[in-house]
C-alpha cells in the first residue's frame, strides 16, 4: 500500500484532466452559490431574471451547471440582487467588479 495514489491525485497528476477539473469546479461552486443566494433571498428564476437582466434560460443553465461561457458582466448582474458583490483580490487590494 506505500505510494498509492488515490483517483483523485491520478486525475490531478494529468495536466488535462486537471484543467477540466478546475473549470468544472468553478462552475460548480458558482451554481452553489447562485443557488443558495436564490434560496435565503426567497427569490424565484423569473424574478432573479428580472432584477438582473438575465434570461431566465441562463439562470437556469447556470444553476444546473450547462453555461459554459459565464461573463464577469452577467455574474456581477446576478449576484447584485441577491445582495452579494463581485471583487477581485490581490494581497490587500480589492476591486469591486459592477455590472
Known sequence: MKNKKSTFDRVM???EQ???FEKEYVQFLFSELLLEAMAEEHISV??????SGVSTSA????????STNITIKTM???LKPLGYQLAATKGRRTV???A
Do not use: E, F, G, P
Open 46 to 51: 423569473r424574478a432573479l431574471s428580472k432584477k
Open 13 to 15: 497528476s494529468d495536466s
Open 96 to 98: 469591486k467588479l459592477t
Open 59 to 66: 439562470i437556469q443553465n447556470m444553476r444546473s451547471m450547462k
Open 18 to 20: 486537471k484543467k477540466k
Open 76 to 78: 456581477a448582474s446576478l
